[in-house]
């Protein structure tokens, strides 16, 4: 959940401060040619680019030459909803642009959580994933790209506890990291691809959508996202809060299983809490 945690709360500290617009322009910060220095941060957040969804340069590339290659990549299909892990690798470089930071530095000391980071030193508190060449994967990024990007990169990564996040969600929603109008902004806007009113987004968020991860009582006031090791996290806009972390790679990556857990787990909270009314929720506590 490295996107929304990590990225998209870098990106909301920044529109908070005055410091970027919503449609400021990629070329505006990354010296970048073509269609691609035209996208906004709006489009970014929304996975409207055109990008596309992801990029074999991993096997070819390492570190900074990765990161470069991967900036000059050109939008396909522009104004198509299609979701893209380049959208946030190019999201984090706005950050270190603007900032003078290093990606990592920056979202740990915003976040200030104490056992949230990227690179964890202490390696045997975390879950291990899958295997890559060779040896099983423990305190390192599963994604690919973020694994030979160095462990550090705006679409995955982020290592962290549900107690962290925990604390991370209430912040959130209290105005630590941002003041709650800009949250709102954030989670309470819904963009609608053209033409398919099913496909939709927060920005840097996910909406529920029927047959979705957060269950059959969601709706699109809500906000959350996933992670493609089984993680997961849906908020309703009072405070009620799910936390999911799984490590399913270590089993099967690309198994789908884990949707219909997911979904069963959040049935199972949600049916027990009025989600649309904050306040008999805390006179049920």
Avoid at 150 to 160: E, K, Q, T
Avoid at 240 to 248: E, F
């Amino acid at each position: 959940m490295t996107k929304v945690i990590a990225t998209t709360t870098a990106i909301m500290r920044l529109f908070g401060e005055g410091r970027i617009f919503l449609y400021d322009k990629v070329g505006d910060f990354i010296n970048v040619e073509g269609e691609k220095a035209k996208i906004t941060i709006f489009e970014l957040l929304s996975h409207t680019s055109g990008l596309q969804p992801y990029s074999d340069l991993w096997r070819l590339l390492r570190g900074k030459d990765l990161k470069e290659e991967i900036l000059k990549i050109q939008p396909t299909c522009k104004g198509k909803m299609q979701y893209s892990c380049l959208n946030f690798i190019t999201l984090m470089s706005i950050v270190e642009r603007i900032t003078g930071d290093d990606f990592d530095s920056y979202v740990e000391k915003l976040l200030e959580l104490p056992n949230t980071c990227f690179n964890p030193k202490n390696v045997e508190n975390c879950a291990p994933t899958s295997e890559r060449e060779g040896r099983r994967l423990r305190g390192e990024p599963d994604d690919e790209l973020s694994y030979y990007l160095g462990g550090v990169s705006g679409n995955a990564g982020l290592f962290s506890t549900a107690k962290d996040i925990h604390i991370f969600v209430n912040r959130l929603l209290d105005g630590y990291y941002v003041s709650r109008n800009v949250v709102d902004l954030f989670t309470q806007t819904v963009v609608y691809e053209s033409g398919n009113k099913e496909n939709k987004r927060h920005l840097g968020w996910m909406v529920p959508i029927p047959g979705g991860s957060a269950g059959d009582f969601a709706y699109e006031k809500m906000f959350g996202h996933t992670g493609f090791t089984g993680t997961s996290l849906w908020i309703t806009p009072w405070g009620l809060h799910v936390i999911l972390l799984t490590n399913k790679g270590f089993y099967d990556r690309w198994n789908e299983k884990m949707q219909r857990v997911r979904a069963l787990v959040h049935n199972v909270v949600f049916a027990n809490f009025d989600v649309k009314n904050g306040d008999a929720y805390e006179k049920d506590r």
